[in-house]
T-cell receptor, first 112, second 117 residues
Framework: LAKTTQPISMDSYEGQEVNITCSHN???????ITWYQQFPSQGPRFIIQ???TKVTNEVASLFIPADRKSSTLSLPRVSLSDTAVYYCLVGGFYNQGGKLIFGQGTELSVKP | GAVVSQHPSRVICKSGTSVKIECRSLDFQATTMFWYRQFPKQSLMLMATSNEGSKATYEQGVEKDKFLINHASLTLSTLTVTSAHPEDSSFYIC?????????????FGEGSRLTVL
């Protein structure tokens, strides 16, 4: 399974755009890139998923370059409630039955 | 999105007793479920993969006789921590993959906090 590397922590202020980049140099052809958000004492919550180029939904955008060796989660205009740990995972059904291995994640702290 | 529910959300038990945690997929059939554990300020660690109707596959270093997993139906997987000890105190999280989810998206439960006294 592809290993992921993210910054351990990031700080931001309310209203700013936050970009979290994840490296996954060994991503396989069938792997998808998925980002999850986790609050303390809760299970991870799906944010966004993509395979290539750009994906956007109501909460975030995901940018994936052509070589797919990295990806960037973009959170527009963050608020205090976006303070959480963000995990980047790569994998898919065809790769070891779809199991996902979590890396260390990025602890985002949003300040007033 | 799909809903995965865990029960109980919190459990406190005495050392030496066994505790069962249930994981249910509420609105979809889950052929595969995954169990994770998470210690404070750490990431999730995959314990085992549970497939409906077959034996679970455990990750290296996870004792299968200690953490019994049963996936008897397409909507229910259980994790039993046998003869629990204080070092088993942790946050246990299950996740499920639907039958048509070939993109690898997993749906996670709310987690179960186990405290062993």
């Amino acid at each position: 399974l592809a290993k992921t590397t993210q910054p351990i922590s990031m700080d931001s202020y309310e209203g700013q755009e936050v970009n979290i980049t994840c490296s996954h140099n060994n991503i396989a052809t069938n792997d998808y890139i998925t980002w999850y958000q986790q609050f303390p004492s809760q299970g991870p919550r799906f944010i966004i998923q993509g395979y290539k180029t750009k994906v956007t939904n109501e909460v975030a955008s995901l940018f994936i370059p052509a070589d797919r060796k990295s990806s960037t989660l973009s959170l527009p205009r963050v608020s205090l409630s976006d303070t959480a740990v963000y995990y980047c995972l790569v994998g898919g059904f065809y790769n070891q039955g779809g199991k996902l291995i979590f890396g260390q994640g990025t602890e985002l702290s949003v300040k007033p | 999105g799909a809903v995965v529910s865990q029960h109980p959300s919190r459990v406190i038990c005495k050392s030496g007793t066994s505790v069962k945690i249930e994981c249910r997929s509420l609105d979809f059939q889950a052929t595969t479920m995954f169990w994770y554990r998470q210690f404070p300020k750490q990431s999730l660690m995959l314990m085992a993969t549970s497939n409906e109707g077959s034996k679970a596959t455990y990750e290296q270093g996870v004792e299968k006789d200690k953490f019994l997993i049963n996936h008897a139906s397409l909507t229910l997987s259980t994790l039993t921590v046998t003869s629990a000890h204080p070092e088993d105190s942790s946050f246990y999280i299950c996740s499920a993959r639907g039958t048509s989810a070939n993109t690898g998206e997993l749906f996670f439960g709310e987690g179960s906090r186990l405290t062993v006294l």
